[in-house]
């Protein structure tokens, strides 16, 4: 994978891959995030259950829904990922946890930490 496998769109290099949507702003666009992007690709489908345990345990998601693990794995749907040099964050824009609002989750590395759940 390279920048050229991108398409430019208003500031943004995006890139659809499996239903993944990824998106690097054209400020931190170098072959170091590309290589983050791509990893992110290979990776994603081993550690979305971490990203479902991790939205699951965040106490705002546990208190309002109360959905377990393999609930949110199965009402997630698929991600839009903006990267940085340092990882990024995914938004899960048609989710089926709550039909009204994205939720994001921050992340580090190629989905090695997981960090705060936005909603």
């Known amino acids: 994978m390279d920048k050229s496998d991108f398409t430019e769109m208003g500031g943004f290099f995006e890139l659809a891959v499996d239903g993944i949507v ?23 489908s081993q550690r979305v259950e971490a990203v ?10 546990a208190e309002a829904y109360g959905f377990s693990k393999e ?9 839009m990922v903006l990267l940085n040099k340092n990882g990024g964050r995914l938004s ?23 960090y705060e759940v936005g909603i």
């Open 22 to 44: 990824i998106s690097i702003s054209d400020q931190v666009m170098c072959d170091e995030v590309v290589q983050l992007a791509e990893k992110v690709l290979q990776v994603y």
């Open 92 to 114: 899960y824009c048609e989710n089926r946890i709550d039909d009204d609002h994205i939720i994001d989750v921050e992340f580090g590395g190629a989905l090695e930490e997981f």
């Open 52 to 61: 479902a345990e991790h939205i699951a345990r965040d106490e705002w998601i």
């Open 71 to 79: 609930e949110v794995l199965k009402k997630l749907g698929k991600p």
